[in-house]
């Protein structure tokens, strides 16, 4: 396998993430208008977040209970997950290549990606 | 304001950040958190977490079509991704410790040399076609297409780019942006990759960077859904048209129509944070 055709796989693959998050996020976004559509909103200060929408484990939480917020995130951590997911697909395909450099490249990438998200669990 | 008209208003500034942050390579964010926190009056840590999100969909969304026209190079973009995603982490924390008029204040400025770089700076450099030792040494050359012809190109001053690229990345984790115009820059001119080969790779690079401050976004809560919600689908959709239209577009009208934009911005979010109205 090529670099070319390594690059166009994961290309795909991205691209059905997001387009999978954006469906997620999308019917979360629905579900969130119709109920509440004619509420008045007001983001001018910052008000710390409940912990169900700011834990990976808290998103899952209350997506499984069908809230729309929860919904929305749970769609937002598929798309945060998919440059994390091409990295992770580029170790294999470098690896599958026999390219030690560049695997451990991205395996370095993918390391301090890791220890990034450690943060929202 | 209703929660149907700011999602609706959210979501078509968010098309047209889209849009252009594909067109630029430098991601729907520098459009979107100005355009929230000013236009908007959105809190200025609530417009970072939602355009955190959005750089990741502009990359993420437009990476398939980016790498069959065969302008993006992976392995470039992987080996400066080190220098970057410790920058962002680096960046991300310091977010917490400074004031948002000085995070403002910073934006604008990051924005101002952005637009002065674009719109007065050199004209397309010659394509470096050999190959010095670092580049050989990590295999950093290729070929993009010219005309439908493959024309070969090098990279230089490694050392350099990778420098800048710790700057981008630390920028990034701060202002929440993928700080696209760094990078842009730091391979366009200190690199002196190819301009088209410099604004994918850096679209492939903004994600990867994006996702290395998102914990620290998520677990402080300044991802919120109700924000992030129509600027994620409206920066997706506009970054799928903007790429379109990248494949076709003049490199020079490119950077007037990103320099003009960003300078506007620039102006309003550096007076904004200076009167604390930010």
């Known amino acids: 396998m090529d670099d070319r055709r390594l690059e166009i796989l994961i290309g795909n693959l991205l691209r059905a993430g997001v387009l999978l998050a954006a469906a997620v996020v999308f019917a979360g976004g629905v579900f969130y208008l119709a109920q509440n559509h004619a509420a008045k909103v007001d983001f001018h200060s910052f008000t710390e977040e409940s912990a169900s929408l700011r834990t990976v484990g808290g998103i899952f939480r209350s997506a499984a209970h069908l809230r729309s917020r929860g919904l929305i995130q749970l769609g937002l951590l598929l798309l945060i997950a998919t440059p994390v997911a091409r990295v992770a697909f580029a170790v294999i395909g470098f690896h599958l290549e026999r390219d030690r450099l560049y695997t451990v490249v991205s395996l370095i990438v993918l390391a301090v990606l890791t220890i990034s998200l450690l943060h929202a669990t | ?278």
């Open chain 2, 1 to 278: 304001m209703t929660v149907l008209v700011f999602s609706l208003t959210v979501w078509a500034i968010s098309t047209v950040a889209g849009f252009l942050g594909a067109l630029t390579g430098l991601g729907g964010g520098v459009i979107v958190v100005p355009a929230l926190a000013l236009a908007m009056g959105v809190d200025i840590k609530y417009a970072i977490g939602a355009s955190l999100v959005s750089v990741i969909a502009t990359s993420s969304g437009a990476a398939a079509a980016y790498v069959k026209e065969g302008f993006s190079n992976i392995r470039i973009g992987l080996f400066l991704e080190i220098a970057t995603t410790i920058g962002a982490i680096a960046g991300a924390y310091l977010a917490a410790r400074i004031s948002t008029h000085a995070i403002a204040i910073i934006f604008g400025l990051v924005l101002v040399y952005s637009a002065l770089i674009s719109v007065f700076g050199e004209h397309e450099h010659e394509t470096i076609s050999d190959c010095d030792a670092l580049c050989r040494r990590f295999r950093l050359g290729s070929s993009y297409p010219v005309n439908g012809v493959p024309q070969k190109y090098g990279v230089k001053n490694l050392p350099t780019g990778f420098s800048l690229m710790f700057g981008a990345g630390a920028l990034s984790g701060l202002l929440g942006i993928g700080s696209g115009a760094v990078k842009v820059i730091a391979m366009d001119r200190a690199m002196k990759i190819p301009f088209k080969v410099s604004t994918t790779t850096s679209n492939f690079m903004i994600g990867v960077t994006a996702a290395a401050s998102a914990g620290v976004y998520l677990s402080r809560g300044y991802i919120d859904p109700r924000v992030a919600m129509p600027v994620m689908l409206g920066v997706l959709g506009g970054a799928i048209v903007g790429t379109k239209v990248l494949v076709h577009a003049r490199v020079r009208t490119l950077r007037l129509v990103f320099g003009v934009v960003i300078l506007l911005l620039a102006a309003e979010m550096i007076f904004s944070g200076i009167t604390g109205k930010v």
